[in-house]
């Protein structure tokens, strides 16, 4: 595993307080309001102004969440700056630290502007992958970040009780390339879950399915997302049920909401075994063995933790677990039991 330098560590979490400053500086003008709204017993910032002889409102996030809270409480405080991120941007990237492509770039500031991580949706898959070099501060390799598609998640019941909604993803996408088009979907011809564009760049909207496995591979209709659709998964409600902030070194930074490493790196393990394309199936476990190495160091509570949520989900996830496991290279296997031992013998 190798670390980045902690000059480099100190720019990427500059960079991140920045992104996420601008981020609502860019969702919020300066002669709106923000309010606060109950719903089911919890509180959430809205943002309300006037637009001619209407009043506008716009979801933002629980109250409960202090970076939330935070930022509007020193709105009123915060400017953007462009150049200074950009300027930390491009530091980042000579240092060695992952950058997206052109367009998966593009998508993800897309996507970022119309609103999807704000009516908090995740950023999955390989692109995700990329974000963590950053908040642990280590170097992620190149074999791993390979990717030739963007993969977005949301919970239905949060799409479809948020309140708020995107424009259509095909539209978002068709601003960026006009030759993205709808796939069909097999189980439901009119709902499509998948964009392509003429160079087989691929985009695709997951939720989770927690459901009877009759529903697999039916198409959810996401309110959130205009009524698009979604590909329910198995397994996804784990990956994205806890979260958090990054930001991909494209432009200025993309503040991105992605699942917590320790999640990401154990949900790997799972899907590596499901697989039936090899390929992504070895990518899938080189991803989770970075991971590993660095969590055991940096978050070994947390890794542990996703380990046994998992773990105690029952015996078919115990099963993918153990096979995925035994996937990883012997160095690997023997970190992740020791991280495991020792956590044991702390809590005992």
Do not use: C
């Given at each position: 595993?190798?670390?980045?330098?902690?000059?480099?560590?100190?720019m990427?979490?500059?960079?991140?307080q920045?992104?996420?400053?601008?981020?609502?500086d860019?969702?919020f003008?300066?002669?709106?309001?923000?309010?606060r709204?109950?719903?089911?017993n919890?509180?959430y910032?809205?943002?309300q102004?006037?637009?001619?002889?209407?009043?506008?409102?716009k979801?933002?996030?629980p109250v409960?969440?202090?970076?939330?809270?935070?930022?509007?409480?020193?709105?009123?405080d915060i400017?953007?700056?462009f150049?200074?991120?950009?300027t930390?941007v491009?530091?980042?990237?000579?240092?060695?630290?992952p950058?997206?492509?052109?367009l998966s770039?593009?998508?993800?500031?897309?996507?970022?502007k119309?609103?999807?991580?704000?009516?908090?949706?995740v950023?999955?898959?390989?692109l995700a992958?990329?974000?963590?070099?950053?908040?642990?501060?280590v170097?992620?390799?190149?074999?791993?970040l390979?990717t030739q598609d963007?993969?977005?998640a949301q919970?239905w019941?949060?799409?479809?009780?948020?309140?708020?909604?995107?424009?259509?993803?095909?539209?978002?996408?068709?601003s960026?390339?006009?030759t993205?088009?709808a796939?069909?979907?097999?189980?439901?011809?009119?709902?499509?879950?998948?964009?392509?564009?003429s160079?087989?760049?691929?985009v695709d909207f997951?939720t989770?399915?927690?459901?009877?496995?009759?529903?697999?591979?039916?198409?959810?209709k996401?309110k959130?997302?205009?009524?698009?659709?979604?590909?329910?998964?198995?397994?996804?409600?784990?990956?994205?049920?806890?979260?958090e902030?990054?930001?991909?070194?494209?432009?200025?930074?993309l503040?991105?909401?992605?699942?917590?490493?320790?999640?990401?790196?154990?949900?790997?393990?799972?899907?590596?075994?499901?697989?039936?394309d090899q390929?992504?199936?070895?990518?899938?476990?080189?991803?989770a063995?970075?991971?590993?190495?660095a969590?055991?160091?940096?978050?070994p509570?947390?890794?542990?933790?996703?380990?046994?949520?998992a773990?105690?989900a029952?015996?078919?996830?115990?099963?993918?677990?153990?096979?995925g496991?035994?996937?990883?290279?012997?160095?690997?296997?023997?970190v992740?039991?020791?991280?495991?031992?020792?956590?044991?013998?702390r809590?005992?």
């Amino acid at each position: 595993m190798q670390e980045i330098d902690l000059a480099t560590q100190t720019m990427f979490a500059e960079l991140l307080q920045r992104s996420l400053d601008a981020e609502f500086d860019t969702e919020f003008r300066e002669n709106g309001t923000f309010i606060r709204k109950k719903s089911k017993n919890r509180l959430y910032w809205h943002y309300q102004w006037r637009d001619g002889d209407k009043t506008r409102n716009k979801y933002v996030g629980p109250v409960a969440d202090k970076s939330i809270t935070d930022r509007v409480t020193r709105f009123a405080d915060i400017k953007s700056s462009f150049k200074r991120r950009q300027t930390l941007v491009r530091a980042l990237a000579a240092a060695g630290l992952p950058t997206p492509d052109a367009l998966s770039g593009a998508i993800i500031e897309a996507m970022w502007k119309a609103g999807f991580f704000r009516l908090r949706g995740v950023l999955v898959g390989t692109l995700a992958f990329q974000a963590y070099a950053g908040p642990l501060g280590v170097r992620l390799g190149a074999r791993p970040l390979m990717t030739q598609d963007a993969d977005f998640a949301q919970f239905w019941g949060v799409s479809e009780n948020i309140g708020d909604t995107m424009p259509p993803p095909l539209d978002v996408l068709r601003s960026l390339d006009d030759t993205f088009k709808a796939v069909a979907n097999i189980n439901d011809p009119f709902v499509s879950t998948r964009y392509r564009n003429s160079r087989d760049y691929m985009v695709d909207f997951l939720t989770p399915n927690r459901g009877s496995d009759a529903h697999q591979g039916r198409p959810a209709k996401m309110k959130a997302l205009s009524g698009a659709g979604a590909q329910p998964l198995r397994h996804l409600d784990f990956l994205i049920h806890k979260t958090e902030r990054s930001v991909l070194l494209h432009g200025g930074g993309l503040p991105v909401t992605v699942p917590r490493a320790e999640r990401f790196a154990v949900h790997k393990l799972i899907v590596a075994v499901e697989r039936v394309d090899q390929a992504k199936s070895m990518k899938d476990i080189q991803q989770a063995q970075v991971l590993i190495e660095a969590l055991a160091t940096r978050r070994p509570a947390e890794l542990v933790a996703a380990w046994r949520t998992a773990w105690d989900a029952g015996k078919r996830w115990r099963e993918k677990l153990e096979a995925g496991r035994q996937r990883l290279s012997v160095e690997a296997q023997a970190v992740l039991s020791e991280v495991i031992k020792r956590q044991r013998q702390r809590t005992k």
